[in-house]
């Protein structure tokens, strides 16, 4: 294509959330637009009413905003981009069908609803939304499904006086092979006789995928068509089409299939496979698009941690490889963890604030400057935001922690945890008013040098009280971020729970 101008679009079907292999479509496309200063396209093909719903296609422009990948062209809506929409090209669909019909190129097919095959159809671009499955193995031979092609004129007007309504089915020739020459897969043939005649308009005028997309890539003035190697496929009867209608073809890329770590098609059992759910779970855009961006591309050097900037200058199309791409939890865990340590302070402690502020229940204690603290202490410990918010659920309200059943049995259940508890409450009430962690630690300290005693005798019982929990962070600086008040609280709460098991025990014992 030379000196054309590169066009590229990203076409999910709206029959679900967007799923990982999704957004690294979207993403290997973006990369692509951006880094030859060309366009990026985003197109809603949302033809299957069966599956269709505005719910999912809100969860596409929402995914793709929070990964960052804007797109260049479409109607304004509400002072907003938006994308093109598939259902609303209805009357060039049509036009272009008529045309194919009256050269020959397609016929009337009179079979019937022919259901299977038409859903069959529909579901060949759910790789851009959704769950992907390969295309590995041996090229089936076409079985023949349809004679309408011999029907005499007599015959179809005796069909449609029963009210058959034709579908149109695109005519192949059984003895031609079809070469697809991949910019990823190389020279690809499809031989004699696997593609056999396929619809392209159901009888209900509706367009099926594989022609829908090659009337709108060619309006789109589409170069490069960049997705999923499970569409490898569909590849073959979309040169076809193009072929019938006499337009040049864009250039096509076939970018591997995405497996879980047992070299399996990813799903719902791998865990969160959906966009959104990364978002609620507290990882960064930058963290998933630096790792979408490495399942099946390769900048060299073994790198791992690429900005944004560094993935846009170096990202080409010859680096993509052929063999599957492998979602490791793990590793997507340990890159989110680099960003969040990256994360300026008060930009991480406003996530930890918007996703406290987006549960059912919001705790009582999440001013910016109190987060700001939690965040400073947790945040090297934490791999997602949703972790920080979890692992310091006890800083985020101001009332008593019901303790861990464990934590009590280790630490709490002999009267001697009782004084300690006690006379560590003394110690903390008289400290310094600033209460900050050296002051917190100096109370504890000195009391276990005037007591003789361990200072963990001290620490143990005192960490159960304010955390509820048999493990924190350093516990001067959990009681400091606290507070003197709320600590305090939280040590009486604990030691009224402590007197109460005691009197209860003793009542059984007699």
Known sequence: MGSTPVRVRFAPSPTGFLHVGGARTALFNWLFARHNKGTFVLRVEDTDS???????????????????????????????????????????????????????????????????????????????????????????????????????????????????????????????????????????????????????????????????????????????????????????????????????????????????????????????????????????????????GLLGWSPGGNRELLTRAQMLDEFTIESVVKHPAIFDHAKLAWMNKEYLKALPLDELAERVIALLEGRASIPDRIDPEHVRRVVSLLHERAYTVAEIVDQGAYFFTRGAVAPAPDALAKYCSTPEAAERLKEVRAALAEAPPDFDAPDVENAIRGLAQRTGRKAAEFIHPLRVAVTGQAVSPGIFEVCSILGREVALERIDALLARLSEQRAVGLERSR
């Not at 505005?54 to 062209?73: G, I, N, P, S, T």
Request: aromatic share 8%; charged share 30%; net charge negative.
């Open 50 to 292: 069966a599956r269709y719903a505005d719910e999912y296609v809100e969860a596409v422009y929402r995914a793709l905003r929070w990964l960052k990948l804007d797109w260049d062209e479409g109607p304004d809506i509400g002072g907003a981009l938006g994308p093109y929409r598939q259902r609303e090209r209805g009357a060039m669909h049509r036009e272009v069908a008529q045309k194919l019909l009256a050269s020959g190129a397609v016929y009337e097919c009179y079979c019937g609803s022919k259901k299977d095959e038409e859903a069959a159809d529909e579901s060949e671009n759910d790789d851009d939304s959704s769950e992907s499955a390969g295309t590995d193995g041996a090229i089936e031979r076409a079985k023949p499904v349809c004679r309408c092609s011999a029907l005499s004129d007599a015959e179809k007007t005796s069909l449609r006086a029963k009210g058959v309504q034709p579908a149109l089915r695109m005519r192949v020739d059984p003895q031609r092979a079809v070469i697809v020459d991949d910019l990823v897969r190389g020279h690809v043939e499809f031989p004699a006789g696997t593609i056999g005649d396929f619809v392209i308009v159901k009888s209900d005028g509706g367009p099926l995928y594989n022609f829908a997309a090659v009337v709108d890539d060619h309006a789109m003035r589409i170069t490069h068509v960049i997705r999923g190697e499970e569409h490898l496929a569909n590849t073959p009867k979309q040169l076809l089409l193009y072929e019938a209608l006499g337009w040049e073809p864009p250039l096509f890329a076939h970018i591997p299939i995405i497996l879980n770590e047992q070299r399996r098609k990813l799903s719902k059992r791998d865990g969160a496979t959906f966009v959104n759910e990364y978002e609620a779970l507290g990882f960064l855009p930058d963290a998933l698009v630096n790792f979408l």
